[in-house]
């Protein structure tokens, strides 16, 4: 069956603007989870969703960062003022019901460039 | 706070031979553990994970690992690598349901890159 999908696979953009980054889930998988992967560094937790609400958003580094999941399936990964530091790779990982220790499948993630 | 260190930042191994990449973690009680494995242009796919019972966890690809609670350890092995088994591996830990606190994501740590000799 189809994995979890981000898009774009790459996007570069200019410090100061707002960018968006799409990740649609392995179907029927109520949990889903952003990280952030910065060279030479493993992922680094960003936010959990259970359903359309955000259960654990303790990773997201500061009010710049926003996510939703309005319909408990997609979610966008919302970047306001980008700043060069943001530059990283940007994975989304899905899980059948997000209980303690459920495998997370990951997608390919999300280049992101602030240039 | 939870951490993870993996303490080789690359490892060398020539095809055929064994292979030990180690974990260690700093957790409150023991968490769920994880090995995941990076290829270039790929998402991280898991290995094998640890909850309780045999210290001794079986994956795929044939990679297995073993949990030594005196030694905070998790590390991964296997006894024969082949040529695409080059990628990055991290270690990584998840709360339990008895772990208390914490984010519900994962802790991974810096990943182990593996080069693997003809």
């Known amino acids: 069956g189809a994995g979890v999908s981000q898009t774009p696979s790459n996007k570069v953009t200019e410090k100061g603007k707002y960018v968006e980054l799409r990740c649609d889930p392995i179907s029927g998988h109520t949990a889903l989870y952003w990280y952030r992967q910065s060279l030479g560094q493993g992922p680094e937790f960003l936010i959990y969703f259970q359903g359309t609400g955000a259960a654990d958003d303790s990773g997201l580094p500061n009010d710049r960062f926003f996510a939703v999941r309005p319909e408990g399936s997609v979610s966008t990964l919302k970047i306001q003022r980008t700043e060069r530091g943001d530059s990283a790779v940007y994975l989304c990982?899905?899980?059948?019901?997000?209980?303690?220790?459920?495998?997370?499948?990951f997608g390919p993630g999300t280049r992101l460039t602030v240039l | 706070a939870q951490s993870v260190t993996q303490p080789d930042i690359h490892i060398t191994v020539s095809e055929g031979a064994s292979l030990e990449l180690r974990c260690n973690y700093s957790?409150?009680?023991?968490?769920?553990l994880f090995w995941y494995v990076q290829s270039p242009g790929q998402g991280l796919q898991l290995l094998l994970k640890?909850?309780?019972?045999?210290?001794l966890v079986q994956g795929i690809k044939g990679f297995e690992a073993e949990f030594k609670r005196s030694q905070s350890s998790f590390n991964l092995r296997k006894p024969s690598v082949h040529w695409s088994d080059a990628a990055e591996y991290f270690c990584a830990v998840g709360p339990t349901l008895y772990s208390g606190g914490g984010a519900d994501g994962l802790t991974f740590g810096k990943g182990t890159h593996l080069i693997i000799q003809p």
């Open positions: 990982a899905s899980s059948l019901d997000g209980r303690k220790g459920d495998t997370q499948y």
């Open positions: 640890y909850f309780s019972g045999d210290t």
């Open positions: 957790y409150g009680a023991t968490p769920y």
